[in-house]
């Protein structure tokens, strides 16, 4: 396994759009090695995701995993998943606004709109169908990760510039209210 290099904001791997892999592509011992090290990458960053593209890679794969992370500590847990070939669908009108950081934005946060329900399909790491609806901050770390693999960033979908925050301003100014507002909003969706 090897520790890979993460893509930063102004690299133009993050705006390509990741390919689709065969089953064939998948089952391959160079893509399963890959996946061990998107896997490892994400540990050592302390991220909640990462996907192919931020580690040049275009192709369509993302890990995500909430472990107790030091980033985001209000984010209730998630087990590691890997996301191959995946296309989420909302399954209602209703969003959230979510504080976003991304390991290819240096010392960057900003809010985020975001479904709270979204349905994902997709192959696990050994082609098995996954199909299921996922909610609130899970919701949201899909949808960003899976924007990923489309080009696209958190940045682009900050609607009001002004909630922009470096991580430390947003520890001393922002993170009361949301960690409130984001436990209440956990409580009810479960995740
Ligand atoms: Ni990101």
């Known amino acids: 396994m090897a520790i890979r290099k993460i893509a930063q ?8 759009t ?9 089952a391959s011992s160079e893509t399963q090695q890959f996946i061990d090290d ?5 540990h050592d960053a302390d991220g909640a995701g990462l996907a192919a593209t931020q580690v040049y890679e275009p192709i369509a794969i993302c890990a995500i995993e909430v472990r107790n992370n030091p980033r985001y500590p209000y984010k209730p847990n998630i087990p590691l998943t890997i996301l191959v070939n995946p296309v989420l669908t909302p399954v209602d009108d209703e969003q ?3 504080y976003e950081g991304c390991l290819s934005v240096p010392n960057l946060r900003g809010l985020v709109k ?12 050994h082609g098995t169908a996954i199909d299921e609806v996922v909610h609130g901050l899970k919701a949201g770390t899909y949808q960003h990760e899976v924007d990923h693999l489309l080009g696209k960033i958190f940045v682009d979908r900050v609607t009001d510039p002004t909630t922009f925050t470096t991580w430390t301003e947003f520890d001393r100014h922002h993170k009361p ?3 409130e507002r984001i436990t209440r909003l956990v409580a009810r969706v479960g995740s």
Do not use: C, K, S, Y
Not at 9 to 16: A, C, F, K, S
Not at 18 to 26: G, K, W
Not at 38 to 42: G, N, P
């Open 9 to 16: 904001i102004g690299h133009p791997v993050l705006r390509q």
């Open 18 to 26: 990741a390919r689709h892999l065969t089953r064939e592509e998948l």
């Open 38 to 42: 998107l896997v490892e990458t994400m």
């Open 96 to 98: 959230f606004d979510n």
């Open 114 to 125: 975001r479904h709270l329900h979204v349905r994902v399909q997709a192959w696990d790491r």
């Open 177 to 179: 209210a949301f960690v």
